[in-house]
């Protein structure tokens, strides 16, 4: 019986000219997964799993609204969580910032204002200029 910590390695080396013509797309899907995921072990020190479409519902809800508040494109407001998160993509947000990036969106929508600093000694108003202009409609 194959151990389950060995099923992913078991699956990795199944030969996608061997498999049924409708799974050998998915199976070519995983396989490049476990390559990325190997590459970022060894080369990064550790492997994260990409967050799924379906778990980033929320912030695309969140970003939805934001536009339609605002009044701006969808562009400027994802650039706003590229900016403050550091990513290029959304889905370059780990499972734990997806409700960081949800919360600040919010903010953004009920306050109107970009907060970066949400300690209690602290209630101004933090921007850099890009997210001032892009907020600000300017």
């Known amino acids: 019986m194959l151990p389950i910590d060995y099923l992913n390695g078991w699956l ?9 013509p409708e799974i ?7 396989k490049k997964e476990c390559y990325k995921a190997l590459s970022d072990y060894w080369m990064k020190g ?14 695309r809800q969140a970003v939805s609204q934001l536009v339609s508040k605002k009044g ?3 562009s400027d407001a994802y650039s706003l969580i590229h ?5 290029q993509h959304i889905d370059e947000l780990t499972a734990e910032q997806i409700p960081m990036a949800v919360e600040y969106i919010h903010k ?3 306050e109107g204002e970009l907060i970066t600093d949400t300690s209690p000694k602290s209630r101004g108003i933090l921007l850099d200029e890009e997210a001032f202009y ?3 409609g300017f």
């Open 12 to 20: 990795f080396g199944i030969d996608v000219k061997r498999v049924k």
């Open 24 to 30: 050998r797309d998915l199976l070519i899907t995983y």
């Open 83 to 87: 900016q403050r998160f550091n990513v």
């Open 108 to 110: 953004i929508v009920l």
């Open 134 to 136: 892009v907020v600000a």
């Open 46 to 59: 550790k492997a994260e799993r990409k967050t799924t479409t379906d778990e980033r519902t929320g912030l």
């Open 72 to 74: 701006l494109i969808y």
